[in-house]
């Protein structure tokens, strides 16, 4: 089966700690995606890469780190510089242009 | 910065009936897309209007897009009760080399039965 997993599904963190999201595709898309839902909210792009060794930030990359290695993989951590990480966080894949993407069925991350 | 902005943020309406729901955007775009969000998923992509196209189709969702007002509507005709869901609009912006979807914030609709 061809998709896009996101592990693990719940994640609990104590303040000051970092963590790190996985994210693993195997559809062979060059470009992928982390996005932040706040309740309520829309998506917030926090990181995009198009292709192994590169990545750009997004629109609220502070307190956040990634890395495309492999172009299977794209991990976000969330570092302990990241004041409320709260969150719902979801990872996107896609071809690189006018292509639909791709979503996992995210994390919920908590500070405890 | 948040492209896409749907209107309205919340929708309800009995099942059978058609919904709507609108987004407006900012810049140019290649691409404007439709996704489908069920509480505590991850999103499931709809359909995607180029730039170059006013209207599209897909079972009972219809698109269109007026780029000369920067603005495209979702219609869902004879809407069930497994409609309900968020429902967001994504651009790609034209311009530069990195393709980048930006997301609205959401049109939540229910379905009554």
């Known amino acids: 089966d061809g998709g896009i997993t996101q592990s693990p599904k719940y994640l609990f963190r104590k303040e000051g700690q970092n963590v790190t999201l996985s994210c693993e595709q195997n559809?062979?898309?060059?470009?992928m995606y982390w996005y932040r839902q706040d309740p309520g909210q829309g998506l917030r792009l926090i990181y995009y890469?198009?292709?192994?060794?590169?990545?750009q930030k997004g629109d609220i990359a502070e307190g956040y780190s990634v890395s495309r290695e492999k172009k299977e993989s794209f991990p976000l951590t969330v570092t302990s510089a990241q004041k409320n990480p709260t969150a719902f966080y979801l990872c996107?894949?896609?071809?690189?242009?006018?292509?639909?993407?791709?979503f996992g069925q995210g994390t919920r991350l908590t500070v405890v | 910065s948040q492209q896409g902005e749907e209107d309205p943020q919340a929708l309800s309406i009995q099942e059978g009936e058609n919904a709507t729901m609108n987004c407006s955007y900012k810049?140019?775009?290649?691409?404007l897309q439709w996704y489908r969000q069920n509480s505590g998923r991850g999103l499931v992509h709809l359909i995607l209007?180029?730039?170059?196209?006013r209207e599209k189709h897909s079972g009972r969702l219809r698109v269109t897009l007026d780029t000369s007002k920067k603005s495209s509507s979702l219609l869902i005709t004879a809407s069930r009760a497994a409609d309900t869901a968020s429902y967001f609009c994504?651009?790609?912006?034209?311009?530069?080399?990195?393709?980048?979807?930006?997301f609205g914030k959401g049109t939540l609709l229910t379905v009554n039965p």
């Open positions: 810049t140019s775009i290649n691409n």
């Open positions: 890469s198009q292709i192994v060794n590169d990545f």
């Open positions: 994504a651009t790609d912006p034209s311009g530069g080399s990195n393709y980048k979807l930006t």
């Open positions: 559809l062979n898309h060059d470009a």
């Open positions: 209007i180029r730039s170059n196209e």
């Open positions: 996107a894949s896609s071809m690189r242009q006018n292509t639909e993407a791709f």
